[in-house]
């Protein structure tokens, strides 16, 4: 009984940092803000940067992983969990992606603040595909914890005996 | 009784992230950019035109020297204007 109550704290509390690193990730660039410094085009128009589409994607991908985390207070089936674990871990490997260069990529003097964003969000992308994977694996029915005992077995059993 | 809890938080994060994105959540000082002349234009009087940033970048940039768009501008030996953005990495456009 109290293995079970343990088991089921580590799944709370992996639904709960697959939330909180969908924050993180949210959240990361208001604390540590990528390049703020704009350029002039010809046409006389301030255009930012490029990190700054790579962030908005990176935005939006934190927006559906806690929307996808979300749906991990709700699925109880295994399958469900495998496939949501999955997806979350699926979330990791595009935000780590997108700063890439053969994505989007972030500015290239490595002295430009946005590498510093891009570090953190890498941390946190590389925590939310660990916890993605660890749901996925540790997905269990709540019937295979109690499993009723095969009555074919044990009718094997009754006539092995009596022979 | 759980899944319209779960429709109402996913349309509630889904609409404020949409809002948050479009006022510029990322990037506060963009959203002011529209309202007052561009950093790069209070930094310096001097302009000068940028062929194109790198490119990487791919911007037709009209950079001012002294802004913090441009992170110098030199002159080599064959006496040709070298304009590093910092955007660039380091690559140096030639100012012919």
Same mark, same amino acid.
């Given at each position: 009984?109290?293995?079970?109550?343990?088991?089921?704290?580590?799944?709370?509390?992996?639904?709960?940092?697959?939330?909180?690193?969908?924050?993180?990730?949210?959240?990361?660039?208001?604390?540590?803000?990528?390049?703020?410094?704009?350029?002039?085009?010809?046409?006389?128009?301030?255009?930012?940067?490029?990190?700054?589409?790579?962030?908005?994607?990176?935005?939006?991908?934190?927006?559906?992983?806690?929307?996808?985390?979300?749906?991990?207070?709700?699925?109880?089936?295994?399958?469900?969990?495998?496939?949501?674990?999955?997806?979350?871990?699926?979330?990791?490997?595009?935000?780590?992606?997108?700063?890439?260069?053969?994505?989007?990529?972030?500015?290239?003097?490595?002295?430009?603040?946005?590498?510093?964003?891009?570090?953190?969000?890498?941390?946190?992308?590389?925590?939310?595909?660990?916890?993605?994977?660890?749901?996925?694996?540790?997905?269990?029915?709540?019937?295979?914890?109690?499993?009723?005992?095969?009555?074919?077995?044990?009718?094997?059993?009754?006539?092995?005996?009596?022979? | 009784?759980?899944?319209?809890?779960?429709?109402?938080?996913?349309?509630? =994060?889904? %609409?404020?992230?949409?809002? @948050?994105?479009?006022?510029?959540?990322?990037?506060?000082?963009? /959203?002011? &950019? *529209?309202?007052?002349?561009?950093?790069?234009?209070?930094?310096? =009087?001097? %302009?000068?035109?940028?062929? @194109?940033?790198?490119?990487?970048?791919?911007?037709?940039?009209? /950079?001012? &020297? *002294?802004?913090?768009?441009?992170?110098?501008?030199?002159?080599?030996?064959?006496?040709?204007?070298?304009?590093?953005?910092?955007?660039?990495?380091?690559?140096?456009?030639?100012?012919?």
């Amino acid at each position: 009984m109290a293995v079970l109550k343990q088991k089921s704290l580590i799944v709370v509390l992996a639904n709960a940092l697959a939330g909180g690193l969908a924050l993180a990730l949210a959240l990361t660039p208001r604390f540590v803000p990528p390049c703020t410094h704009q350029l002039e085009t010809t046409a006389g128009v301030p255009v930012p940067m490029h990190c700054h589409w790579t962030f908005q994607i990176e935005f939006l991908l934190a927006v559906a992983a806690l929307i996808v985390a979300g749906a991990l207070w709700i699925v109880r089936h295994a399958e469900a969990r495998r496939i949501v674990g999955g997806v979350l871990a699926l979330f990791g490997l595009l935000a780590i992606a997108v700063p890439q260069p053969w994505v989007i990529g972030i500015c290239g003097n490595s002295e430009m603040p946005c590498h510093q964003t891009a570090h953190w969000l890498w941390l946190w992308a590389a925590l939310l595909i660990a916890d993605g994977i660890f749901i996925a694996i540790r997905a269990k029915n709540p019937a295979d914890k109690i499993a009723p005992p095969d009555p074919w077995e044990k009718t094997n059993a009754t006539q092995k005996g009596a022979k | 009784m759980k899944w319209p809890l779960y429709l109402l938080f996913t349309s509630v =994060t889904f %609409s404020a992230g949409i809002t @948050a994105l479009s006022r510029g959540w990322n990037l506060a000082p963009l /959203a002011t &950019a *529209g309202k007052s002349a561009p950093a790069v234009a209070q930094a310096s =009087t001097e %302009s000068e035109e940028l062929p @194109a940033c790198c490119e990487r970048c791919s911007h037709k940039a009209k /950079a001012i &020297a *002294g802004s913090p768009a441009v992170s110098s501008v030199t002159t080599n030996n064959a006496g040709e204007r070298e304009i590093i953005l910092p955007c660039c990495a380091g690559k140096k456009n030639r100012d012919n």
